[in-house]
């Protein structure tokens, strides 16, 4: 069948009102990487159970996976795109690069935006608090303690600038 | 000059061409193309430094470019831990060589010998003060030549980017971020394709109403060829709405193939198997003329386990017709992240019964891989719709649950171990005894095709029970069965499955896991039965110094000395050297044993030879020791008469970062020793260390993989 004209949803996404044309039931996930080309946030499961694909709602971490468009309507989107600027990444972003502490990197969009989320919250969390926050990404290649000591580092670099 | 040295590293002899190796560019770049992939593990860093440093210019200078077909060389797959082994001592020989050739061009340029000129970042500078640079003398003339292996490459004392701790060059992308991945790919006119896999393992499709899905506005095509189902949809949202209703409307005839997995060794035990024996010493019963006076034996076992990589498998295909529209002129171009885009390219034309040189193959990163997933298989499928739809590029992205479903296992095995022992407890003889399937199923190892969707394809042939690579290249499930210990006598079989009711092929460090924990497990329970500690037992029937070295480092760096036992916790050793031939690698575990197994803490000890990259050696070790703490302690494929179950993160759950351990890595010294691969040296030794350290927490000496709750309650005695 021709793709014909489906709905016109508007979706504020990193402080920009975007116009995208798909079905309200489409999910978050596939809007932000195919419609507005943010790749940043990635597919991993489809069930929200592995934070590949986390964005901030409103500044708490949420699975665009299985967010249906019409949900974030009149909500604010942030995608790790809008985390950083060009050449200015965010604290978390910086700390992982300073600390190597990825290996794959495929899940790493959704381990920044999971502790972005968490030291929005606490700029002083502990190692404990960091675990359990994350808890909700997973990691196959085995970066977890380089992740933590990273979000932990991100953490006292933004204690320190304020 | 002499004609090709036979003294060229094999990869190097295999594409000796120095110009497909790399290339100056007049911009201040080299290109440094190599066979082998970035699969998460850094490689591409490590390799940019061996060149970098062989060329005396910056790293930064050095491009990596993906491998492609036509393009690179032809290193084969990469796999077994052997990339800086093979394309580094590429190379390194190509780059000194064609160091030496920029410098003789400066050399007759100026009229001096060029061995008085030197170079410092590219930039060749003669002792009368007059400088060149490779980026002046740019052209590529110069490297069309076949290596000779007649320039000497640097020796190891002289390295200055090699050993050092270079940041991984793909990170930044990552982090930005910038597309990278396969999954990331936006191409003109890309369109997006799924696949509705059948129900079960022995499922036929009997019926397909496609009008459901063909009716959907968006969708371009539906593709069915015998069990084999896919959708073509101009958004992605409406391929996999399309993928939905196939799957409800498809009707299948299904029938149970699959063993019962409550009584998986029983099936392993029973089944048509081929015996080998792998390896066989019968040396005198004992130096020392002691009589053998006890015997022990036991059983172990691990389950078929999944790679579960973040990120499912995918693949992106360009059918583009020939200009006279002739089918068979078709052009297919193919984007994956497949471990070997050589091996792929003839198994994809031998498949769609193409020339090889109508398919081209282009490495894209994916999620990270451990072994032979479900890459190239994803590359089949985006090719079968792209034949359907030419001229426009379909994307496919697997499902969570046909990458935890269909994607090869490392496979299920069972492992025996007797050994007669002298009055001390020494082992005087040992056997070493293996049931289950290869590890081997990759493209273009065997007569029928190795790809899934060729299976499934009308008239397909099954995918063949799994091969083995012989012990002399690593082996396969004889991996690491060969004892490393100074044992008198020893005898290795290996029953290999010939019935494969799951797919299996590599899967990170292949039979090394089970043989290693088996090993491992069995030389604490003599030690036991001796009354000798673990650490003394293992020294003393080690024979390789390196060997002992880490196993003294890592008792050292953990404290196992000073060890004080508390309540319900217990630690353990284990040690191997990965394939008997790679690195050497001892682990202590500590774990916590109350309502379920924690494991607190783990120390390593690697001796890798020379080190490339310390950092990214440290991170794969690291990595690698995490990852086979969660097959220990969590991981098991589970599966019905029908079909794979695990298949989501609830029902395969692996461990979270609220349950890592934390990891305390030690790397001995190079002492002028060749590099060896690190990626998979831990897995076998750290589920031998925290199954021991299991046993010495609670005294139940659990036999079965994975360490959950209900196996060790079935391990206790009655």
Same mark, same amino acid.
């Given at each position: 069948m021709p793709d014909t004209d489906p709905a016109r949803v508007t979706v504020l996404v990193n402080g920009r009102p975007e116009e995208v044309r798909t079905e309200p039931d489409t999910a978050l996930l596939y809007v932000l990487r195919n419609h507005l080309g943010l790749k940043g946030t990635r597919f991993g499961c489809g069930l929200g159970l592995c934070g590949a694909c986390l964005v901030l709602i409103d500044g708490r971490p949420a699975y665009s996976c299985d967010t249906p468009l019409w949900a974030v309507q009149d909500r604010d989107v942030t995608t790790v795109e809008g985390l950083g600027a060009p050449g200015r990444p965010h604290p978390v972003a910086q700390a992982i690069l300073d600390g190597q502490a990825a290996q794959c990197g495929y899940c790493i969009s959704g381990v920044v935006i999971g502790a972005a989320g968490l030291l929005a919250e606490n700029d002083d969390p502990s190692e404990d608090e960091v675990r359990s926050a994350l808890d909700r990404n997973l990691c196959r290649c085995g970066a977890h303690n380089r992740i933590v000591r990273a979000v932990l580092a991100a953490a006292s670099a933004l204690r320190a600038s304020r | 000059m002499t004609a090709t040295s036979p003294e060229l590293p094999p990869s190097l002899a295999a594409n000796p061409r120095l110009g497909g190796w790399l290339r100056v560019l007049p911009a201040g770049v080299v290109e440094v193309r190599s066979g082998k992939v970035e699969l998460g593990q850094g490689v591409l860093t490590a390799l940019a430094q061996v060149a970098a440093d062989e060329l005396d210019v910056e790293v930064a200078r050095v491009r990596m470019i993906a491998a492609a077909t036509g393009v690179s060389p032809d290193e084969g797959y990469t796999a077994g831990s052997l990339s800086v082994q093979h394309s580094g001592s590429a190379l390194r020989v190509a780059c000194a060589e064609a160091r030496a050739i920029y410098l003789g061009a400066a050399a007759r340029r100026w009229d001096v010998p060029a061995d008085v000129l030197t170079v410092r970042d590219?930039?060749? @500078?003669?002792?009368?003060? !007059?400088?060149?640079?490779?980026?002046?003398?740019a052209d590529d003339t110069l490297l069309d030549r076949p290596a000779t292996g007649q320039a000497e490459p640097k020796a190891a004392a002289r390295y200055r980017i090699v050993g050092t701790s270079v940041p991984r060059m793909d990170l930044p992308d990552k982090l930005a971020p910038r597309s990278r991945y396969v999954h990331d790919m936006a191409l003109d006119g890309m369109l997006y394709g799924r696949i509705v896999r059948p129900p079960s393992r022995g499922a036929t499709l009997i019926d397909v109403g496609a009008g459901p899905a063909t009716a959907l506005p968006g969708v371009v095509t539906v593709v069915r060829d015998g069990n084999f189902l896919g959708v073509v949809a101009e958004r992605e949202e409406v391929a996999l709405r399309a993928a939905d209703l196939l799957r409800q409307e498809a009707k299948w005839q299904e029938q149970p193939t699959l063993p019962d997995e409550d009584d998986l060794p029983a099936f392993l035990l029973a089944a048509p198997a081929e015996t080998s024996v792998l390896a066989e010493s019968a040396g005198p019963a004992d130096p020392q003329g002691r009589p053998a006076v006890r015997s022990h034996q036991a059983f172990y076992h691990r389950p078929y386990l999944a790679h579960a990589a973040m990120g499912p498998s995918a693949a992106t295909a360009l059918a583009t017709p020939s200009p006279a529209g002739n089918a068979d002129a078709v052009l297919l171009e193919v984007w994956t992240h497949s471990q070997g885009v050589y091996p792929l390219r003839r198994e994809l034309a031998r498949a769609l019964k193409l020339a090889p040189d109508q398919v081209s193959v282009r490495h894209v990163e994916g999620a990270g891989c451990y072994g032979h997933n479900g890459a190239d298989d994803a590359a089949m499928d985006a090719a079968l719709l792209a034949l359907a739809v030419p001229g426009r590029p379909v994307q496919v992205v697997w499902s969570r649950s046909d990458e935890?479903?269909?994607?090869?296992?490392?496979? @299920?095995?069972?492992?025996?171990?007797?050994?007669?022992? %002298?009055? $001390?407890?020494?082992?005087?003889?040992?056997r070493h005894e293996i049931w289950g399937n290869g590890h081997a199923t990759r493209p273009g190892l065997a007569r029928p095709v190795g790809l899934l969707a060729a299976s499934h394809r009308d008239g397909g042939e099954p995918?063949? =029970?799994?091969?083995?690579? =012989?012990?002399?290249?690593?082996?396969?499930?004889?991996? *690491?069965?060969?004892?490393?210990?100074?044992?008198?006598?020893?005898?290795?079989? %290996? $029953? !290999?499955?010939?019935?494969?009711?799951?797919?299996t092929s590599s899967l990170r460090s292949l039979g090394g896991f089970a043989n290693v924990f088996a090993i491992e497990s069995f030389m604490d329970e003599l030690a036991a039965a001796a009354g000798r500690d673990p650490v003394e037992y293992r020294l003393a029937q080690l024979a390789d110094p390196r060997g002992r070295a880490v196993i003294e480092a890592v008792t050292r760096r953990s404290g196992w000395a000073g060890w004080t036992p508390s309540g319900s916790s217990g630690h353990g050793i284990g040690y191997a050297r990965y394939k008997n031939s790679s690195a050497y690698c001892a682990v202590v575990a500590e774990v916590e044993a109350v309502t379920e197994v924690r494991v607190r803490r783990l120390t390593i000890a690697v001796d890798a030879g020379l080190v490339i990259n310390p950092d990214g050696a440290e991170n794969q070790v690291e990595g690698g020791a995490i990852q086979a703490a969660s097959w220990t302690l969590k991981e098991r494929v589970r599966f019905d008469g029908l079909t794979v179950t695990s298949d989501s993160w609830d029902r395969y759950p692996v461990l979270r970062f609220s349950e890592v351990p934390a990891v305390d890595v030690e790397?001995? =010294?190079? $002492?002028?020793?060749?590099?060896?691969?690190?990626?998979?040296?831990?897995?076998?030794?750290?589920?031998?260390?925290?199954? *021991?350290?299991? $046993?010495?927490?609670?005294?139940?000496?659990?036999?079965a993989l994975p360490l959950t709750g209900e196996q060790i309650v079935a391990a206790m005695p009655d």
């Open positions: - | 590219g930039t060749i @500078a003669a002792p009368d003060g !007059r400088s060149t640079s490779y980026w002046e003398l935890l479903g269909w994607a090869p296992f490392g496979p @299920a095995a069972v492992v025996r171990i007797a050994a007669d022992v %002298n009055a $001390h407890g020494d082992v005087l003889s040992w995918i063949e =029970p799994a091969a083995d690579p =012989p012990l002399e290249r690593g082996g396969g499930a004889g991996r *690491n069965a060969v004892p490393g210990y100074a044992f008198p006598a020893y005898r290795v079989v %290996n $029953h !290999r499955l010939s019935v494969m009711p799951l797919r790397f001995m =010294p190079g $002492h002028g020793n060749p590099p060896l691969g690190v990626g998979e040296t831990a897995q076998g030794p750290t589920a031998a260390a925290i199954a *021991n350290a299991l $046993h010495d927490a609670i005294g139940v000496r659990v036999r």
